[in-house]
């Protein structure tokens, strides 16, 4: 840690006392004639050039192509960027490090990292998603055909593999948790394609939230990144990655120095699963919820403004098997705090099937403690847990309570499963869905909660169906719409 003034701000006006004294002793002519004018010796001020020697060699570039069909609905911006709440401020400046793509043969640059000798490489998802191929350049300039060992759309990682036919450098995961705000830390990638690009900077945030995945807790730095570093390792001063380079806020498609990384407290235990099983299993609770603001915590009798509130148990899901119950709300997960539904999300997602967990509630005025045995979870069950987000064709979805039926007028008589948000530009926003309406049926299957919604769609994908229909009331008029599928 640097003190006070720095030998390099001291400079200036060191320069100024020798100038000063040649001029004293007789006329600063007659000092130039000895020779030309030095500082005194001052010490190197420390820098990061011993760092990057060490992990260099084991940062990569990755270029990928892809033939990219653009249908006449997209906007190129809504295919790079991530999904924005609709209060997001500057809904433009956010965006991935890849520019549009247009229709046609595209090729794409990106960063990744050597985690082991025999050839296996972190990336960013997006940097591969819809690759036919995928070449490796190491740092002394070879390339090498990569194949892809694992991904995780919901962290946006990868996994991949090449053969090199030696053993390579590689580095190793640190803890991001230990990174305090205000630590340096080093990013290393390929930039424009510019390969080898070192950037300095500190720690800004942590925990940030940019409606990129289901499971975001991203880290915030200023070291600049820009298009190509996605992928890329975010060193501590030990050397360790403590971070995926992964995406960017700025109005200009450069650095502003507002960047986001995944931690490595998540993408380690993601790589490790993608490497041993080729993909991610996450943990199972089996329960719809909503935050808890200050109202409903005087409404539920919590002395405190904090947890989130039970709405729904499914049947027989690790929720109901344990006793928790509509109404309820979770405080505490296995002793940590949980404040929103992301907290909770994150936290069942990283338990392993079968672990048992000590979950905290608020019931009836008292706190209790549930030992539940967590699940594992499908594609269904973790819009469920998630509150109903993460469906591919972009709508959140409720169950039809007692609260929903309140906030959109329905009857008690109607039935179904009740569109609480849609995502502009997503196939149900092109399909003419709409918060407030009601889905009846999906296909000639009859609906009444979020995770039969979610698994009749899964279903139709499957079956390579090019769309499904829906059966939808709005405003007490029941009409069918065409919901084209993802996978199509």
């Known amino acids: 840690m640097i003190h006070g003034h720095s030998p390099r701000s001291r400079r200036p006006f060191r320069l100024a006392a020798v100038l000063l004294a040649g001029t004293l002793l007789g006329g600063g002519?007659?000092?130039?004639?000895?020779?030309?004018?030095?500082?005194?010796?001052?010490?190197?001020?420390?820098?990061?050039?011993?760092?990057?020697?060490?992990?260099?060699?084991?940062?990569?570039?990755?270029?990928?192509?892809?033939?990219?069909?653009?249908?006449?609905?997209?906007?190129?911006?809504?295919?790079?960027?991530?999904?924005?709440?609709?209060?997001?401020?500057?809904?433009?400046?956010?965006?991935?490090?890849?520019?549009?793509?247009?229709a046609g043969p595209e090729h794409a640059l990106g960063s990744g990292f050597i985690i082991d000798p025999a050839g296996y490489i972190v990336t960013n998802n997006h940097v591969i998603d819809g690759a036919t191929k995928i070449t490796v350049t190491l740092e002394d300039g070879s390339n090498y055909k990569a194949t892809v060992i694992g991904r995780d759309a919901k962290t946006d990682l990868a996994l991949l593999k090449i053969s090199a036919g030696k053993p390579l450098p590689y580095v190793s995961f640190g803890s991001s948790a230990k990174e305090e705000v205000g630590d340096w830390v080093v990013a290393v990638g390929n930039p424009f394609g510019l390969g080898g690009t070192v950037t300095a900077g500190i720690v800004s945030a942590h925990g940030r939230d940019i409606n990129a995945g289901p499971y975001d807790d991203f880290l915030q730095i200023d070291a600049p990144i820009n298009p190509g570093n996605s992928g890329g390792p975010l060193f501590n001063q030990a050397g360790q990655v403590i971070g995926i380079d992964s995406a960017i806020y700025t109005p200009n498609g450069g650095s502003v120095g507002i960047g986001f990384a995944i931690p490595s407290d998540i993408a380690g235990p993601v790589i490790a699963q993608l490497k041993d099983h080729g993909k991610v299993e996450r943990g199972w609770l089996g329960i719809q919820m909503?935050?808890?603001n200050e109202t409903m915590a005087k409404a539920v009798g919590l002395p405190r403004t904090e947890g989130v509130l039970v709405d729904q148990v499914l049947p027989e899901s690790p929720a109901a098997q344990a006793r928790l119950q509509q109404g309820d709300v979770i405080t505490r997960f296995n002793g940590a705090a949980i404040t929103t539904p992301r907290d909770l999300a994150l936290a069942v997602a990283g338990t392993h099937a079968g672990q048992h967990a000590q979950v905290g509630i608020w019931r009836g005025g008292h706190d209790m403690t549930l030992d539940v045995a967590i699940g594992a979870q499908s594609k269904a069950e973790a819009a469920m847990d998630q509150g109903g987000h993460g469906s591919s064709v972009g709508m959140t979805l409720a169950p039809l309570n007692d609260q929903a039926r309140t906030q959109y007028g329905l009857a008690s008589s109607v039935r179904g499963v009740v569109v609480t948000d849609v995502t502009s530009g997503s196939r149900a926003d092109e399909s003419g869905i709409q918060p407030g309406d009601v889905l009846v049926r999906v296909g000639t299957t009859p609906v009444t909660s979020p995770r039969q919604v979610a698994e009749a769609i899964h279903a139709a994908e499957r079956a390579k169906k090019e769309a499904v229909p829906l059966l939808v009331m709005r405003n007490g008029t029941t009409y069918y719409v065409a919901l084209q599928l993802a996978a199509n």
């Open 29 to 102: 002519a007659a000092a130039a004639a000895d020779g030309p004018l030095q500082l005194p010796a001052v010490a190197p001020q420390a820098g990061f050039a011993p760092l990057v020697r060490t992990v260099k060699p084991a940062v990569v570039n990755i270029a990928t192509s892809e033939i990219h069909h653009q249908t006449g609905s997209e906007q190129p911006e809504q295919q790079a960027q991530p999904q924005l709440p609709p209060d997001f401020p500057f809904p433009d400046m956010f965006r991935h490090f890849f520019q549009h793509r247009d």
């Open 290 to 292: 909503q935050p808890v």
